[in-house]
C-alpha cells in the first residue's frame, strides 16, 4: 500500500477510535445495569415514547418531503435553490432555539396553533409537540439525502416513459422512486436518529411526556452519572438495533 494511504488510515483511524470509545466504555459500564432498565417503568415508557414519536416524526416527514425532494431535483432555478437553503436553517440553529422557534409558531394560543389545536394537534407539554420538534430538526436531512437520490436518477428514463405515454405519477412511483430508493430509505434512518437523538427543542416545546434523552439529562442532573448511565446504554444498544436493521434494509435494496 502507498505510504500516502497509510499516512491517511492512521488519520482517519484516529477518528474512529475518537468515536467510538466512547461508546464502548458506556456499553461496558452501563451494560453491567441493564437488568435495572428492564424494572424501570419510567425508563422503558421513556424509550417507548422516543422511538415511537420519531417514527411517527420519519412518516410525516417522508410523506410530504418526498414530494418536495423531487421537485426540487427536477426544477433547479432561483426560486429552488432559496427553498433549499431556507430548509437547511434549522440545522444551523442551537436546538434550544428551535424548540422556541417551534413553540411560538404552533402553540395553541398562536394562529396556526389554534387551529391545529382544534383538530387535537396541541404540543405544550404533549405528544404532538414532541414529533413537531423532531420533525422541525430532522425535516432538513431526509429532504437533502432524498433528493440527492433523485439526482443520481437519469432524467431520460423519465422523458422515454413520458414519452410511451405514463403519467407523471407512473413515471414517479414505477421509475423514479425505485431507482432512488436507496437514499429514501438513507435519508429515513438519518432523520430518525436525528430526531430520536434530539432533547434541546423537546424540552422547550414539551418536557412532559418524557422521552429517553430527556430523563437521561433529569437523572443526569438530579442523581448524577451513575443513576443516567444504565438508561443510557439501554437506548445506545436499542438505537443500534434498530439502525442496524434498518441498515439491513437498505442493504437489500441495494442487491
Given at each position: 500500500?502507498?505510504?500516502?494511504?497509510?499516512?491517511?488510515?492512521?488519520?482517519?483511524?484516529?477518528?474512529?477510535?475518537?468515536?467510538?470509545?466512547?461508546?464502548?466504555?458506556?456499553?461496558?459500564?452501563?451494560?453491567?445495569?441493564?437488568?435495572?432498565?428492564?424494572?424501570?417503568?419510567?425508563?422503558?415508557?421513556?424509550i417507548?415514547?422516543?422511538?415511537?414519536?420519531?417514527?411517527?416524526?420519519?412518516?410525516?416527514?417522508?410523506?410530504?418531503?418526498?414530494?418536495?425532494?423531487?421537485?426540487?431535483?427536477?426544477?433547479?432555478?432561483?426560486?429552488?435553490?432559496?427553498?433549499?437553503?431556507?430548509?437547511?436553517?434549522?440545522?444551523?440553529?442551537?436546538?434550544?432555539?428551535?424548540?422556541?422557534?417551534?413553540?411560538?409558531?404552533?402553540?395553541?394560543?398562536?394562529?396556526?396553533?389554534?387551529?391545529?389545536?382544534?383538530?387535537?394537534?396541541?404540543?405544550?407539554?404533549?405528544y404532538?409537540?414532541?414529533?413537531?420538534?423532531?420533525?422541525?430538526?430532522?425535516?432538513?436531512?431526509?429532504?437533502?439525502?432524498?433528493?440527492?437520490?433523485?439526482?443520481?436518477?437519469?432524467?431520460?428514463?423519465?422523458?422515454?416513459?413520458r414519452?410511451?405515454?405514463?403519467?407523471?405519477?407512473?413515471?414517479?412511483?414505477?421509475?423514479?422512486?425505485?431507482?432512488?430508493?436507496?437514499?429514501?430509505?438513507?435519508?429515513?434512518?438519518?432523520?430518525?436518529?436525528?430526531?430520536?437523538?434530539?432533547?434541546?427543542?423537546?424540552?422547550?416545546v414539551?418536557?412532559?411526556?418524557?422521552?429517553?434523552a430527556?430523563?437521561?439529562?433529569?437523572?443526569?442532573?438530579?442523581?448524577?452519572?451513575?443513576?443516567?448511565?444504565?438508561?443510557s446504554?439501554?437506548?445506545?444498544?436499542?438505537?443500534l438495533?434498530?439502525?442496524?436493521?434498518?441498515?439491513?434494509?437498505?442493504?437489500?435494496?441495494?442487491?
Amino acid at each position: 500500500m502507498n505510504k500516502g494511504y497509510y499516512f491517511f488510515s492512521t488519520l482517519g483511524s484516529i477518528l474512529i477510535l475518537f468515536l467510538l470509545i466512547p461508546v464502548a466504555i458506556c456499553l461496558a459500564l452501563g451494560g453491567a445495569a441493564l437488568g435495572d432498565v428492564v424494572q424501570d417503568k419510567e425508563a422503558l415508557d421513556a424509550i417507548y415514547l422516543s422511538f415511537h414519536a420519531g417514527f411517527v416524526s420519519g412518516i410525516l416527514i417522508a410523506i410530504f418531503g418526498t414530494p418536495l425532494a423531487y421537485v426540487l431535483s427536477r426544477h433547479k432555478n432561483s426560486f429552488s435553490r432559496i427553498v433549499v437553503s431556507s430548509l437547511e436553517i434549522p440545522l444551523a440553529l442551537p436546538h434550544s432555539v428551535a424548540g422556541i422557534m417551534v413553540l411560538l409558531a404552533y402553540n395553541s394560543r398562536a394562529p396556526i396553533g389554534s387551529l391545529l389545536s382544534r383538530i387535537g394537534l396541541i404540543i405544550e407539554d404533549n405528544y404532538w409537540g414532541i414529533v413537531f420538534a423532531m420533525m422541525f430538526v430532522s425535516a432538513p436531512i431526509f429532504v437533502t439525502t432524498v433528493r440527492a437520490g433523485f439526482d443520481s436518477v437519469d432524467v431520460e428514463l423519465e422523458n422515454v416513459a413520458r414519452t410511451l405515454g405514463a403519467s407523471l405519477l407512473k413515471v414517479f412511483f414505477k421509475v423514479s422512486f425505485p431507482l432512488a430508493f436507496r437514499h429514501f430509505v438513507a435519508g429515513f434512518v438519518l432523520s430518525l436518529a436525528r430526531a430520536i437523538s434530539e432533547v434541546g427543542a423537546i424540552i422547550i416545546v414539551a418536557y412532559y411526556p418524557k422521552v429517553a434523552a430527556t430523563l437521561v439529562i433529569e437523572r443526569f442532573l438530579g442523581y448524577g452519572l451513575d443513576a443516567a448511565l444504565s438508561l443510557s446504554a439501554a437506548l445506545a444498544l436499542i438505537s443500534l438495533a434498530v439502525f442496524a436493521f434498518l441498515r439491513l434494509i437498505l442493504k437489500e435494496a441495494e442487491q
